[in-house]
């Protein structure tokens, strides 16, 4: 059973840096599709960011363009979201999704149907 566990989360100050980990076992199967999503209380879940198989797309919300960089190392199975410039607005959990199914079209890497298996979440709180 795929697993994914979120790491790198915690306070920081306004206009700080903090670097994200989603570290997948249980398959061996590749991940066509990972990526980050974040809640914030009373706020529905929104998509962050997200990366191709192999690395070569990457997808961006708006609010992350510009500010994020999401990567991943396949041969460890772990993807990363480097976080710069962080305002208090960025404080949410943090989910890391991945799935494994085909993807034809990129929408699917913005949604959460998009994606089969979650992690538990980091907690990610930005000061002013």
Do not use: H
Not at 9 to 25: D, E, K, M
Not at 104 to 117: L, W
């Amino acid at each position: 059973q795929v697993q994914l566990v979120e790491s790198g989360g915690g306070l920081v100050q306004a206009g700080g840096s903090l670097r994200l980990s989603c570290a997948a076992s249980g398959s061996i199967l590749g991940f066509t599709a990972m990526g980050w999503f974040r809640q914030a209380p009373g706020k529905e879940r929104e998509f962050v960011a997200a990366i191709s198989l192999s690395g070569v797309f990457t997808y961006y919300s708006d609010s992350a363009k510009g500010r994020f960089t999401i990567s991943r190392e396949n041969a460890e199975n772990t993807m990363y979201l480097q976080m710069n410039s962080l305002k208090p607005e960025d404080t949410a959990v943090y989910y890391c999704a991945a799935d494994q199914r085909t993807k034809y079209a990129s929408g699917s890497y913005y949604t959460e149907k998009g994606y089969d298996y979650w992690g538990q979440g980091t907690q990610v709180t930005v000061s002013s």
